[in-house]
């Protein structure tokens, strides 16, 4: 090194502004004899003796191009540049305005000023604004009035912009810095996949549409990153080749074309990385008999599926389903439980066909719980089958034989097989939902005290025909009227209830808008 440039370093160490501000510049350009190295560059011009100083701020502006102030988080600097009369530093810092805040005022007045000092790429750029197409944002239009520039690559920046917008979660920002960055790279943009991705992901979450992004773009970043396993961009691409919709973006603004069998394989990938909901996707696809991929035994698998991982829509359909081919107690009792699971998350439908197991009871609650706790007083065994009788539709007789240790269940009650009553018919097993938590609490804590007095309580209560006389004279005495808490049914219709098919029939309205929802 020379020995003029010696002692200009030497200046520089002993706190002498002008030389910090002369040897950074040299080492930002690598000019006059000293080599090009940027970081040592950058430690001479932010020494803390430059707080604030212009000339410090200005080399910086007008050394490095507009990207590489941006990675060496120099904005605050180019800012100060781009207050003094430094044309370049006013282009950069309007360029960067227009990427990150869309700041379309304060960038036009950085150009015309930049314009009126001579900057031929601010003068081009100010032209192009003016008429720029409707389709074009700011961005858009001034980057690609400044690609021959040497002073920032204008592709970079316009994936500086992206990125700040996706920071700062602003869609329409995001969109528009991706649709120019794919404009100012001809070639493939593989690097851009990871924006389109979570562009696309924004998109859906806010319900939005993801123009002016193509679906070419869009299906080529998606495909990239589902093949290096994102989830979520093959459970989108895989929605989209299945035609269906991801939230408010329709099919065809993902992907060129329909391939079921391709986004079938797609779903089964996502469904397996988690995303529950692709695997009632995949039970509709293999549902429709029309449906390339049609296979009824594959359907009932995914539906399963997704049931198990708690999707309400999937337990709905799996509990109606299983329901209506029901030809045993057990497989009822399956039924409701996925029904009760689906209840619980708040599925109207699924309360729809839980209620059209229940037979009706006369009167309302308030008059049905003041009535209970007369009869408490006397009769606390009686009382607590009496809730029971409203709060699950059941028959006297049922009532009066049920055992709610046996026939509790996590969803409501099985009333068992009567053995007091001779006819089958009359004296089938039935399992019937609770609709509310409290028939369960109420239920529980009747089993509760059955359980804790044994044979005790039953003793206390008598047989079949002594809970009859007892319900009988109780009611006579306080003058309760049976149909508050007894649901009166003839055997056909207790027979709908037992049977899948029977009841499908009698429910076919709520089954159908089960099925169909």
């Not at 003029?4 to 080492?27: H, S, T």
């Not at 691409?237 to 069998?261: F, H, Q, S, Y």
């Not at 029309?290 to 399963?304: D, G, I, Y």
């Not at 009706?360 to 706790?373: F, H, K, L, N, Y």
Request: charged share 25%; with cysteine; net charge positive.
């Amino acid at each position: 090194m020379r020995r003029q440039n010696i002692q200009l370093i030497a200046l520089a160490r002993q706190g002498d502004p002008i030389a910090r501000c002369e040897v950074g510049r040299r080492y930002l350009l690598g000019a006059d004899g000293f080599p090009r190295h940027v970081q040592t560059g950058i430690d001479y011009l932010t020494h803390a003796s430059l707080h604030k100083n212009t000339q410090a701020a200005r080399i910086v502006g007008e050394s490095l191009p507009l990207q590489d102030i941006v990675h060496l988080n120099l904005v605050a600097l180019l800012a100060q540049a781009a207050a003094t009369d430094s044309v370049v530093s006013k282009v950069k810092h309007a360029v960067w305005l227009l990427a990150t805040n869309g700041d379309e005022e304060a960038a036009i007045k950085h150009f015309a000023a930049a314009a009126t000092a001579g900057h031929l790429g601010a003068k081009r750029t100010l032209h192009a604004l003016q008429g720029k197409a409707e389709r074009h944002t700011s961005l858009h239009v001034a980057l690609r009035a400044l690609a021959s520039s040497t002073e920032m690559d204008v592709a970079e920046i316009a994936v500086i912009g992206a990125r700040a917008a996706l920071e700062a979660s602003d869609l329409d920002r995001l969109l528009n810095a991706l649709d120019a960055a794919f404009a100012l790279r001809p070639a493939p943009a593989v690097d851009l996949d990871e924006l389109v991705v979570q562009a696309a992901r924004l998109a859906e979450s806010r319900q939005r549409a993801v123009k002016p992004l193509s679906p070419r773009q869009l299906e080529d970043s998606l495909d990239r990153r589902a093949h290096q396993g994102d989830s979520w961009a093959a459970y989108a691409l895989g929605r989209a080749l299945c035609g269906i919709r991801c939230g408010a973006i329709a099919p065809n603004d993902l992907t060129t074309t329909t391939a079921v069998r391709r986004g079938t394989a797609l779903l089964f990938r996502a469904a397996d990385a988690g995303w529950t909901e692709a695997w009632l996707h995949l039970y509709r696809l293999h549902a429709d008999q029309k449906s390339s991929v049609a296979n009824s035994q594959m359907a009932r698998f995914c539906l399963e599926k997704a049931a198990s991982l708690g999707q309400r829509q999937a337990q709905t359909k799996l509990g109606a389903l299983m329901l209506r081919s029901a030809g045993s107690l057990s497989e009822s009792e399956q039924a409701i439980d996925w029904l009760h699971k689906a209840s619980t998350q708040g599925d109207e439908h699924a309360v729809d066909l839980l209620r059209s197991l229940l037979l009706p009871v006369a009167g309302s609650d308030a008059d049905a719980r003041a009535a209970i706790e007369q009869v408490r007083r006397d009769y606390p065994w009686l009382a607590m089958r009496m809730q029971l009788a409203r709060d699950f539709g059941l028959t006297k007789l049922e009532a009066l034989c049920v055992d709610p240790i046996d026939g509790m269940r996590p969803w409501g009650l099985v009333v068992g097989k009567n053995p007091f009553v001779v006819q089958s018919r009359l004296s089938a097993p039935r399992a019937i939902p609770a609709l509310t938590p409290a028939a369960l609490d109420n239920l529980r804590r009747t089993a509760m005290v059955f359980s804790e007095l044994g044979r005790d309580g039953y003793a206390l209560e008598g047989d079949a025909r002594r809970r009859s006389l007892v319900q009988r004279r109780a009611f006579e005495r306080l003058g309760l009227d049976e149909a508050l808490f007894f649901a009166k049914a003839r055997t056909k219709v207790l027979d709908t209830l037992r049977q899948g098919s029977r009841w499908a029939f009698r429910a076919k309205t709520q089954l159908r808008l089960a099925l169909a929802a």
